[in-house]
């Protein structure tokens, strides 16, 4: 394939094919959509009657140097083919079949692209076909991504941020859906690190919020956003909804996706074998709930390791982006333990399970890669308490030697030592604030471990709130940080967040960013490639 101009042929093929699919009038679930968000026009309007549409625009999923995942979603069954070309004219097109999908799937599916040439620009377009007549296909849903470099020189730059439309807060045609998206796709990354808690199925919208100005938010609803989600459609239908807005579709269409998976995907706050007192529920076995989140989860994102067939099902993995970069997604939902205050003398399943962390210990030991990104869905030494005794996340409140959870990291953190485990980098959100802390051994209450930076990002397009407070047992300092002095204020308020990190080809620099929404950039941080502690 030969090599693009980057740019130019991603402007041109937004302009054309992407631009058109994130103006396919989506089905409401009973509502009229505005036009802003829809892109509904005379286009939109002439679909052809009794062909497969695919409205829901196109994702791409842990794109490699030579390989990738591409999710589409019909509105009817469907055969899923995919072609892919160097330039946006497919004048030269490869053609990959893919699944024939239908209601097991909720209409959704996922192709395999191999063979994909190193660190260029792919354009690709998915068309559905009537699986009983070939002839009868969709108009062509566009898309593009960069495959990640085999030459360093070239480096790799994406985004990251967690937490979208919770709290209240949803798809408010005044404000554009989820303008955040836009600024994010304008920045061009390589890729968009999504941090967890993608959808709040905990979260059920109203059609109007009085903020405490006396303005009126508005959410465009649906009938699945009315409740909490229990059922597997309801949990589907939480995901389809984030896709109702155009910005959202646009990004994804451009920008291909890292993501993992926290508590809102199901319900705030669980963890496995938990049973609901809360009254809202029918369903109150937890586990039951995950498994129909995570079946609904795995069908609407392009995970890999989430595809059918798959006999491990898991949400942690590495995604290898070239010689500058390994992503490791971690999944601090599936294997912790209850949540308690947190305290125990041993704890050998953690947050983290046994299997997780030696398979993190183990693939951070194998990586070449110059940086190692550990993307953890909840921080480290942040305080997040889960009603008046217990703990959500690592930290538990207690300044001293590690207890309860916190011996796993400080497990991990002892083996990154030991082994000259160079390049780590913690990146994480769910607090809904951004703020950067740096770990020294210097400070802890225990030493065993190297330096090393953690960044906070979020939320997108969720209520924010005011910074928690910092364990002391791994010695943060809290660098920078930005948040609300007071409970969930809205996006109208502003308090939205997302970071960057641009790795210099040349020096190996990575450079870190915390953005406000508007494009402020309110923190930078530079570190040095090659060292086991920064």
Same mark, same amino acid.
């Given at each position: #394939? ?77 055969? #899923? ?11 030269? =097109? ?16 996922? &192709? ?47 985004? @990251? ?7 209240? !807060? ?14 994010? /796709? ?14 709040? *199925?905990?979260?059920?919208?109203? *059609? ?8 009126? @938010? ?51 706050? @669980? ?20 498994? %129909? =989140?995570?079946?609904?989860? +795995? $069908? ?53 399970? %046994? $299997? ?14 110059? !940086?190692?990104?550990?993307? +953890?869905? #909840? ?15 690592? =930290?538990? *409140? ?6 309860? /959870? ?19 980098? @913690? ?40 910074? &928690? ?15 609300? &002095? ?20 040349? +020096? ?22 090659? /060292?086991?502690?920064?």
């Amino acid at each position: #394939m030969e090599q693009e101009s980057g740019s130019i042929g991603r402007r041109s093929v937004l302009r054309g094919g992407a631009l058109a699919s994130a103006g396919l009038a989506l089905p409401s679930a009973g509502l009229a959509l505005p036009a802003a968000l829809s892109g509904a026009g005379p286009a939109a309007a002439q679909t052809l009657s009794g062909r497969p549409e695919a409205r829901w625009g196109v994702q791409a999923g842990d794109v490699t140097s030579s390989s990738a995942l591409v999710w589409v979603r019909s509105d009817r069954p469907a055969r #899923m083919i995919v072609e892919t070309s160097a330039t946006d004219t497919f004048r030269t =097109a490869r053609r990959t079949f893919g699944p024939l999908i239908g209601p097991v799937t909720d209409f959704t599916g996922t &192709t395999a692209l191999h063979g994909l040439p190193p660190g260029e620009q792919v354009h690709y377009r998915v068309v559905l076909a009537d699986p009983d007549d070939p002839r009868r296909t969709s108009e062509p849903v566009h898309g593009t991504f960069r495959t990640a470099p085999v030459r360093r020189r070239q480096g790799v730059r994406f985004v @990251w941020s967690g937490d979208l439309a919770g709290q209240g !807060w949803g798809i408010n045609p005044e404000r554009g859906g989820y303008p955040v998206f836009e600024e994010m /796709r304008r920045r061009d990354p390589d890729f968009f690190l999504f941090s967890g808690d993608t959808v709040y *199925a905990d979260g059920p919208l109203t *059609a109007s919020v009085t903020l405490p100005d006396g303005r009126v @938010w508005r959410n465009v609803t649906t009938e699945e956003k009315s409740k909490v989600a229990e059922t597997l459609a309801e949990f589907r239908g939480n995901f389809r909804y984030n896709l109702l807005d155009a910005t959202f579709r646009r990004f994804n269409a451009q920008v291909p996706a890292i993501v993992q998976w926290d508590d809102h995907e199901v319900l705030n706050n @669980w963890y496995p074998g938990e049973i609901l007192g809360d009254t809202r529920y029918t369903e109150k076995s937890v586990d039951v709930l995950a498994a %129909r =989140a995570k079946r609904a989860f +795995s $069908e609407y994102f392009p995970v890999p390791t989430l595809r059918p067939g798959r006999t491990d099902g898991r949400v942690h993995r590495v995604v290898r982006h070239g010689p500058l970069l390994d992503v490791f997604v971690l999944d601090m939902r599936t294997y912790r333990n209850r949540n308690s205050p947190n305290r125990q003398p041993q704890d050998a399943q953690g947050i983290l399970g %046994r $299997e997780q962390l030696d398979w993190l210990k183990r693939e951070l030991e194998r990586s070449r890669a110059v !940086w190692k990104v550990i993307a +953890s869905d #909840m921080p480290l030494g942040l305080v997040v308490p889960d009603g008046a005794t217990d703990f959500e996340a690592v =930290a538990n *409140a207690d300044p001293g030697a590690p207890l309860g /959870r916190e011996l796993q990291i400080a497990e991990l953190l002892r083996h990154i030592k030991r082994r000259r485990i160079t390049g780590t980098v @913690w990146l994480t959100a769910d607090v809904h604030y951004t703020s950067a802390q740096h770990y020294d051994p210097s400070r802890a209450a225990f030493g065993d471990f190297e330096p090393f930076w953690e960044f906070v990002s979020g939320p997108l397009n969720a209520g924010a709130f005011p910074a &928690t407070a910092l364990d002391s047992t791994f010695g943060p300092d809290r660098v920078f940080m930005k948040a609300p &002095t007071r409970a969930n204020v809205s996006p109208a308020e502003g308090y939205q967040f997302y970071g960057e990190v641009d790795i210099d080809g040349e +020096s190996g620099e990575l450079t870190v960013r915390l953005l406000e929404e508007g494009g402020a950039v309110l923190f930078t941080k530079v570190l040095q490639p090659g /060292r086991v502690g920064q």
